[in-house]
């Protein structure tokens, strides 16, 4: 098996770290692609020992137990629950009871999962029936009948309702019904799980009326869209939006109602028509009113992940191609665009080779899983190599992790998705190194995450510290998973071939396709090329996965020919496309990442070099390379724009910060910029009709939330109030341009805007909050960054000077006139 030791050497114990564009090295123009490849192959295998080998099979005796400490594992979770939290929707394992909405102190957007109908118990239905325990899932289904109820003035997320709520109970209904005919158990049961299922997809069905048919986000359970709270929802994840067909079609082919499927389907087809039509990619947040993208992110994880998941699964689920049409076109353009070797970096849709972050979040260890069934399984070998080896790194996949996999969010809530993604790669390949995989993932699980109340959600991997938290989810997908994985097939009471796992892991059979929606015309879809129908049948080659990691383990040792010692490589001669140079780094101690767009971030250490000589020479090539970094950064200031303000009583000493411009407003070039007092928005996201504070926003600076509507709309009605530029606020907590990429806010393709317009992140417009919380009438300049660091500079020279005259007044009136002739050749000053 890979070992962990050099992963630890290369990524842990770095010292110093520069991120550079090769692009300006001497790199040929054709080499952009090459050279992510090669580096994201280079990482990958760094992170492998050459002299791993090929995994033992997994003894049946062994199998057999850890199938067994998978069951009492989910017991240990689940009593846990019944005996100290239910009917709450989750049990909180450390304080030993449950978590009620509006009682439990809230924690804001997260509990919208919440809706006090014990969702934990629904969605853990199905898992009782597949662990064969017949006897609590009839007690389970009494309880869920006689306890749970939909009519509350709650506000839910429509997408955790519909997964865990709606998949719960139509799973459970499905398998009580297989289980009444089949195992002559339960012989009361009238369909009451279904009625149920029906009830709460009708109190779901408000959210859907929307221009564009793409459902809200949240909905109340009893009012639906008339609560005064809902009245200015606009946005809505892609994820949220395209996945609620697998239950709504199986909902209306079960009640033989069809608003439920027609409605979903509406809500595909819109989707599919915003997607980029030069890229095929989709973003990640989105208006539901108007079809505007808010967030042009793309990838595999948070916010869209589960819309290709349910593209595939309706194919499979419902026998309409078109889905597999569309998931097709989506998954070229994936692997063309995120993909980098076995890594997936977003991108923006609209200008995919430009990367949108530096980071994986781990939702987006599901997509090997994903590509499984879809049939491309070398991509998934290496994928899901890569997470296995961030797993090994960190004892679990942290929330979120860097491309040198470093730790970027260190939490993790026992997710399911790398296990689940364990289980179709061994289904489908037999390969006993998943096995293996799936062992050390649950051995860590109770090391460190079992508590005596359950499972503990960790909120820090590096600390081990635990958190208040087990969501239902550990027990509907994680353990069933887990069971799954080391359960034969043929050991289990149903054929698990028969059914499609919805994104929570519930159960819907292939037989739903022969019931039909007779109100739905599934030819009415465009006509897609023979293209997107190809690549659909999953390879049985049993030997493949061991075939694509071992050359990936021998890649740096095996192809990177060596640089002799006595000729040191300078940075200035440095050629990313030749394998010499590649090597010779590699021997300095210096790692490179690769960050898209031809940018790569170098790291050095002492621990990794060669020799203590090459040691020394890594770290004078790396002060080089800083040097010739240095170079390139006036030429990256001139796409920045400056917010700038004084810091003094006097108007002497002036600071800026870092702000983004738009497509659809006037540039600021040169010296040209707009001055003026700035004032607060109201409301605050400026999206209303008309602002509030109209009056006294005339020849002002305007500052605007993101969010609600679109960043042009919010110009026009700036512009409408008389404000002479509008600054734009991010509204995700903790974002800053130092960390994140800047970008350029996108229009309408209408050019009426005359004003201009920057956007700034949060990080940074706390600071300039700050200062306008001290100087109430606080005046801002919006100018190009670079002039503003020019004029810095320029005003930094006149003082030295100014101190070189003083200094030098008594010395030969010789020097005294050259001092003087000299100050008369400086430019002047320029104004701010």
């Known amino acids: 098996m890979p070992k962990i030791k050099r992963t630890s050497q290369c990524f842990l ?69 019944m005996d100290n939290a239910y009917p709450a ?3 909180m394992p450390l304080s030993c009871k449950g978590r009620y909405r509006g009682v439990t102190p809230s924690r804001g957007d997260m509990d919208d999962i919440l809706g006090n109908f014990s969702m934990t118990l629904v969605d853990t239905l199905d898992t009782l029936v597949i662990l064969g325990d017949f006897a609590e899932f009839e007690h389970a289904v009494k309880l869920v009948i006689r306890d749970v109820q939909f009519d509350s003035d709650i506000i839910v997320s429509v997408f955790e309702t519909n997964i865990r709520m709606m998949g719960g ?14 195992a002559q158990v339960m012989p009361w049961y009238k369909g009451e ?3 149920m299922a029906r009830d709460l997809g009708y109190r779901l069905l408000p959210a859907f009326n929307t221009s564009t048919g793409i459902p809200h986000a949240r909905v109340n359970l009893r009012y639906g869209m008339k609560d005064e709270l809902l009245k200015k929802s606009r946005e809505t994840c892609t994820a949220c939006a395209g996945t609620i067909l697998l239950e709504f079609a199986a909902l209306s082919r079960l009640t033989g109602d069809p608003i439920f499927e027609a409605r979903a389907h509406a809500a595909m087809d819109a989707l599919w028509k915003l997607r980029h039509r030069g890229s095929d990619l989709m973003g990640t947040v989105l208006n539901v009113h108007s079809g505007d993208w808010v967030r042009r992110d793309s990838g595999v994880g948070a916010g869209i992940d589960s819309y290709y998941e349910y593209l595939f699964k309706s194919y499979v689920l419902l026998g309409d191609d078109k889905y597999l049409a569309r998931f097709n076109r989506h998954y070229n353009a994936v692997m063309k665009y995120v993909s980098e070797g076995p890594m997936l970096l977003d991108v923006l849709m609209h200008r995919p080779h430009a990367k949108s972050r530096n980071f994986m979040d781990a939702l987006l260890a599901f997509w090997p899983g994903l590509q499984v069934l879809s049939g491309d399984l070398k991509p998934a070998v290496q994928t899901h190599e890569m997470l296995y080896q961030v797993m090994q790194m960190h004892t679990f996949i942290p929330e979120a992790f860097t491309i040198d996999f470093q730790i970027h969010w260190g939490q993790h809530h026992l997710r399911p998705e790398f296990i689940e993604s364990t289980y179709f790669l061994y289904r489908a390949t037999g390969d006993h190194h998943y096995l293996q995989v799936g062992k050390k993932a649950l051995k860590a699980l109770q090391q ?62 292939l037989s739903l396709a022969q019931l039909g ?9 465009e006509e897609h090329n023979v293209l997107d129908f190809m690549r659909t049948c999953p390879s049985s080659n049993k030997l493949f996965p061991e075939k694509v990691r071992k050359p990936l383990r021998n890649f740096i040792t095996g192809s990177c020919p060596r640089t002799p010692a006595t000729k040191r490589l300078r940075a200035l001669d440095f050629q990313a496309s030749n394998a010499d140079h590649l090597r010779a780094v590699y021997d300095m101690g210096i790692t490179m990442v690769s960050l898209g767009d031809g940018k790569v971030r170098l790291f050095h250490s002492f621990y990794n070099a060669k020799s203590p000589e090459e040691g020394e020479m890594g770290l004078q090539f790396m002060q080089e390379m800083l040097e010739l970094t240095k170079l390139q950064s006036l030429n ?73 509507c679109t960043f042009v709309s919010k110009a026009r009605l700036a512009q409408k109030a008389g404000a002479l530029a509008l600054i734009v606020c991010d509204n995700v907590p903790g974002s800053s341009g130092e960390t994140q990429p800047m970008f350029a806010m ?39 960054m670079i002039e503003f660091k020019r004029w810095q500079l320029a005003k930094e020279a006149k003082a030295n000077e100014t101190t070189t005259e003083t200094s030098s007044s008594t010395s030969s009136s010789t020097s005294s006139s050259t001092s003087t002739k000299t100050a008369k050749k400086t430019k002047p000053e320029k104004e701010l």
């Open 89 to 91: 929707d989750e049990l």
């Open 636 to 708: 990256q200031l001139a796409q920045l724009q400056a917010v700038a303000y004084t810091v003094d009583d006097k108007g002497s000493e002036w600071t800026a910060l870092m702000a983004g411009p738009s497509h659809f407003s006037p540039e600021l070039t040169e010296d040209e910029f707009v001055e003026s007092e700035i004032i607060l928005a109201e409301p605050s996201r400026a999206c209303e009709d008309h602002l509030v504070n109209a009056e006294k926003v005339q020849n002002k600076i305007l500052v605007a939330e993101r969010g609600d």
């Open 169 to 182: 109970l139509l799973s459970a209904h499905i398998l009580a019904e297989y289980i009444r005919k089949n």
């Open 13 to 81: 114990n770095t010292t110093s770290g520069v991120t550079t564009n090769i692009s300006s090295l001497n790199k040929p123009k054709n080499m952009t692609f090459s050279l992510s490849l090669i580096l994201a192959l280079c990482l990958f295998t760094v992170l492998a020992s050459s002299d791993s080998i090929p995994t033992q099979n997994m003894s049946n005796k062994e199998r057999e137990a850890l199938r067994e400490e998978s069951r009492d594992m989910f017991y240990h979770a689940y009593h846990a629950y």
């Open 517 to 525: 929606n007779s109100t739905y015309n599934f030819r009415q879809s």
């Open 448 to 509: 460190y995450a079992k508590v005596p109340c359950g499972y503990a959600a960790v909120n820090d991997v590096r600390t081990g510290k635990h958190e208040d938290r087990m969501d239902s989810f550990v027990l509907s997908e994680t353990f069933k998973y887990l069971y799954l994985l080391f359960t034969e097939p043929q050991d289990l009471i149903l054929n698990i071939d028969e059914f499609v796992f919805t994104t929570e892991a519930h159960l819907l059979p």
């Open 746 to 784: 996108s229009g309408d393709g209408i050019n009426d805007v005359t004003i201009p317009v920057v956007f700034m992140y949060s990080q940074e417009f706390a600071k300039l909050s700050t200062v306008m919380l001290r100087k109430p009438h606080l005046r801002v300049r919006i100018m190009q």
């Open 193 to 195: 799980l279904l009625e």
